[in-house]
């Protein structure tokens, strides 16, 4: 390949069809909303819709596959948001190149396949290559066959073959479940390769190191107690970052300057009128920040994902509104991210159709959301300017949380985008009263997740449309019904019909059993039918007061304001949140019995696969405690007890002493729900019609989630079967991996911690030894014979062979005592890091302090430290320098 004449959709396209001839499958992009993970806000990595292939859940017709996956990494532990702009190589959207094996090869494969393209499809000068393999750590064993596999592959000896750590070379998808040793191949960038510099990050013009291409081999198991045990079928995930792999093979050292990014930075210097010189002067960084963010905006867009006040919609809002304020900083006057969004359908709508499909509704959402963040950015930044409410703390200059709030509430000011105004004006933001404020603001408002200021005139008009200006709902009665539709809304306007072509819509009848998002009940799905048309909803809100809004797109056919059509609720969904939903009062009951009348509720979520629970409670609910609340739940569904409703004046509902426990606004007019008499609480969800039907209540997990707050999980009815069940699959393999009756397994299990700790103990202590020892064998007393005589004592510098950090500080304590008054430094390589430690005798700190002594000689060997006047540590890069900043130490004592 011509590396400098290929652009990125080539480079792309090439990686897929060399796997495509190795007999891979090849994949479409999966959205970047994951489907059925809820432990993922964004797609982010090219082995997320595999996860469950991986794990054994679910199954393809295939054993290889090939994909580009879409990704974005802005939450969560990765979370690249902050370097975006500022690196060369760092974005919140990125496309991941993949090639997966299910059961099928496995390591030797695997890298012969990456490095047949990266030498031969690719054309990559090898000298520029360095691969890094698992070295071993924790117990677990050096990668040994990788790194045999790759010496005979490429013809690398040992010096171009790196061993590296749990955090760099040893993936695991969770705390438990499958794991494995990684492989990756890192390529130099810059004018001469200096292996000496690997570990160190490339500096903010791209030149250094930097990772390609990741190799995981899934080969492993772990259970709960951290036991490692091979996997039968043992997979292959392999992920190179397209920008990454298009920057190396044009001849660009930052991804903004390949044929990817390039256009869309080049776009935002249009629109501001300004030139780009690719450096890190404040306007090309905004720039930068300009060209990654609009590519988020337009794919999640295009996914239906919209700017909004929480969960991945607000995300959405903070990446935007970052970008906005960047063009502001500009000087760009008039909203544009919309233009550049369009640069990316424009770019990108070849590999991915849905960007020209949508790209009206990109542009209009896109501007929308700008047009509502200008009218208020400037009166935010002159309300930071006339801020006089400053604090000091430790000598920082403290933006208190109230007023952080208040751009956050009344200017639109998302929390970190303030942070980073603090940054370029030296303050720090009190984030603690932010959050307290945020919390307060939740208490006092409803919420609506489709209700927004921007179409709330729109709804009014729909809600004038309605007879008696209510929608009647007869969801408690029945789960289907006829009504007429009174008004459709598409965007934020009202249309007078919709077919099949249209994207998306929300119809509003006069009369409809779906329940429309509230209480923490979700919202119910189902459809919409006439003769020849079917809406699919998948979604149920109230935007306001006397509203239900039917959210879905058109699957068939053409309708029209005024018809009649048929209205169906998921019976099995609203079926499952019934139960869960009844479940979450006999859970709040349960708990104020056993932990007392404070664990009141503080928000909740019902939904069909579960159902969760928040409660005041200063302190962790003891296992003991679980039981007993769970034991409770459950003796009362036992009793198979009428679930009976009334609806009384509110008044006399709380004289009967109903408890209003969900956090909504309640009417002069209420349900009072009745679960035998140690439950009687006002709600307006949907219910099952007696205790039995919840089937059993399970307690998943217990967390907190604030000062003072817990979270308890839960699942009923068939999810908490599955839920029974897949712990008693997790108990079977356990016991067969440590060879146990189910019964036996804790106490097999503390036999082998027991003995690990054993060994783990003998290792330290043979390691000590080796290290008291010395490299030349003559140890401490060979050591302190090099003392040189300083005012007040002695001082000595030291290499040493000490594995760990705890073995370098005792080996400096007991030559400093040796030594008796005196400065000691020992040093040490540990991996590719220098480690130092400096110890000072109690007697001489007032002339020397180990703190202060550190930092010019952690600054030699490429890092930084701190400590105590009487011991300090630090770490540093450059092991090749340790020598160099040994012998300096003795100059600075003097």
Same mark, same amino acid.
């Given at each position: ?18 796997? /495509?001839?190795?007999? !891979? ?98 054309? @990559? ?19 040994? /066959? ?97 920008? $990454? ?70 995300? @959405? ?6 970008? =906005? ?12 991210? !919309? ?30 959301e700008e047009v509502r963040f200008r009218q208020t950015i400037d009166r935010g930044l002159d309300l930071l300017e006339k801020n006089k409410d400053w604090r000091e703390e430790s000598g920082k ?70 007879p008696n200006h209510t929608v009647r709902f007869t969801g408690y009665e029945r789960e289907e019904g006829e009504g007429k539709i009174v008004a459709i809304v598409q965007g934020t306007g009202l ?75 998921? !019976? ?24 007392? /009348? ?72 209420? $349900? ?26 399970k307690i998943v997990s217990e967390s907190g989630v604030a000062a003072g707050v817990r979270r308890i999980e839960a699942a009923t009815g068939m999810n908490a079967l599955a839920h029974a069940q ?63 005589? =300083? ?7 030291? $290499? ?18 040796? @030594? ?15 480690? @130092? ?58």
């Open positions: 390949m011509d590396a400098s004449e290929k652009s990125a959709s080539e480079v792309r396209s090439a990686f897929l069809k060399f796997f /495509e001839g190795k007999g !891979h499958s090849l994949c479409a992009s999966a959205p970047l909303v994951p489907q059925n993970d809820p432990t993922l806000m964004f797609t982010n990595a090219g082995m997320v819709p595999f996860k469950d292939v991986f794990t054994g859940k679910d199954s393809r017709p295939f054993t290889r596959a090939t994909s580009s996956q879409k990704c974005i990494r802005i939450s969560g532990k990765h979370n690249d948001l902050e370097n975006v702009g500022v690196t060369a190589r760092h974005h919140t959207f990125f496309e991941m190149l993949g090639n997966f094996s299910f059961g099928d090869y496995f390591k030797e494969d695997a890298i012969a396949y990456a490095w047949e393209l990266i030498t031969k499809g690719y054309g @990559l000068d090898t000298s520029r290559l360095v691969i890094t393999v698992f070295g071993g750590e924790q117990g677990i064993p050096a990668d040994d /066959e990788a790194r045999a596999i790759w010496k005979k592959v490429t013809g690398f000896s040992d010096d171009k073959i790196l061993g590296m750590g749990m955090a760099d070379n040893f993936w695991q998808m969770g705390d438990t479940g499958p794991c494995g040793p990684c492989s990756e191949i890192h390529w130099f960038n810059g004018e001469t390769v200096d292996v000496s510099s690997f570990g160190r990050e490339p500096d903010a013009n791209g030149r250094g190191w930097m990772e390609i291409w990741n190799l995981v081999f899934m080969q492993f198991d772990r259970s709960a107690e951290g036991v490692l045990t091979p996997l039968p079928k043992p997979c292959v995930d392999t992920g190179m970052g397209l920008e $990454r792999i298009t920057s190396v093979l044009q001849g660009k050292a930052s991804n903004y300057d390949t044929d990817l990014l390039r256009a869309l930075v080049e776009k935002a210097a249009e629109i501001s009128g300004k030139s780009y010189r690719g450096t890190q002067a404040d306007d090309d960084v905004s720039m930068r920040v300009i060209a990654d963010h609009a590519r988020t905006t337009a794919f999640l867009i295009a996914e239906g994902v919209f700017p909004d006040r929480a969960g991945r919609e607000y995300v @959405l809002r903070r990446v935007m509104r970052r970008a =906005i304020r960047h063009g502001h900083r500009l000087g760009i006057l008039q909203p544009f991210l !919309h233009e550049v969004a369009l640069e990316v359908a424009r770019l990108m709508s070849d590999q991915y159709p849905e960007l020209s499909q949508r790209k009206d509704l990109i542009a209009t959402v896109t501007e929308q200059k403290i933006l208190p949380g109230e007023i952080a709030f208040k751009l956050y509430d009344t200017f639109g000011f998302p929390l970190d985008l303030t942070e980073v105004i603090g940054q370029e004006r030296s303050f720090e933001v009190d984030k603690a009263g932010f959050d307290r404020a945020m919390d307060e603001q939740r208490a006092r408002s409803e919420g609506s997740k489709v209700g927004e200021a921007s179409i709330e005139a729109v709804w009014r008009v729909a809600l004038e449309r309605v249309v007078n019909e919709i077919d099949e072509d249209t994207q998306g819509a929300i119809i509003i009848t006069d009369v409809t059993p779906f329940y429309g998002e509230a209480g923490g009940q979700v919202g119910d799905r189902g459809k919409i039918s006439a003769a020849d048309f079917l809406f699919d909803v998948t979604d149920t809100q109230k935007p306001i007061a006397g509203l239900v809004a039917h959210v879905g797109a058109p699957k068939q056919g053409k309708i029209k304001v005024g018809d009649a059509v048929k209205l169906e609720v998921d !019976h099995a969904r609203r079926t499952a949140t019934r139960r869960n939903h009844s479940a979450t009062h006999l859970l709040h009951w349960a708990l104020r019995k056993t932990l007392g /009348e404070q664990a009141t509720q503080k928000g909740s979520l019902v939904g069909p696969d579960r159902l969760r629970f928040d409660f005041s409670h200063g302190q962790p609910v003891t296992p003991d405690e679980l039981r007993r609340i769970e034991t409770l739940v459950n003796e009362k569904i036992l009793t198979d007890a009428p679930v009976q409703t009334q609806v009384l004046p509110i008044d006399e509902a709380k004289k009967a002493g109903a408890v209003a426990i969900f956090e909504e606004k309640y009417g002069d007019v209420v $349900r009072v729900l009745t679960m035998t008499k140690d439950s009687v609480e006002l709600c307006g969800g949907t219910h099952a019609r007696a205790l039995g039907e919840i089937g059993q209540l897949l712990v008693e699959d997790r108990l079977g393999a356990i016991s067969h991996s440590v060879g146990a009756a189910p019964h036996q397994v804790g106490e097999k299990i503390d036999k082998l911690l027991a003995e690990k700790r054993s060994l783990e103990k003998e290792v330290a202590d043979l390691k000590k030894k080796v290290a008291m020892g010395g490299a030349g064998g003559g140890g401490i007393d060979a050591w302190v014979r090099d003392a040189r005589p =300083i005012p007040g004592g002695k001082a000595l510098a030291v $290499r040493v062979d000490a594995p760990d950090a705890a073995t370098l500080r005792d080996i400096a304590d007991k030559v400093r005592d040796k @030594l008796g008054d005196a400065v000691v430094l020992v040093a040490a390589a540990q991996g590719p890091k220098a480690a @130092l430690v400096v110890t000072v005798a109690k007697s001489l700190t007032d002339k020397y302090r180990a703190g202060d002594l550190i930092k010019p000689v952690a600054e030699i060997v490429g890092g930084s430290g701190g400590g105590r006047p009487d011991m300090a540590q630090a770490g540093g890069t450059r092991i090749d320098k340790i020598d160099e900043a040994l012998a300096g130490f003795y100059a600075r004592l003097v």
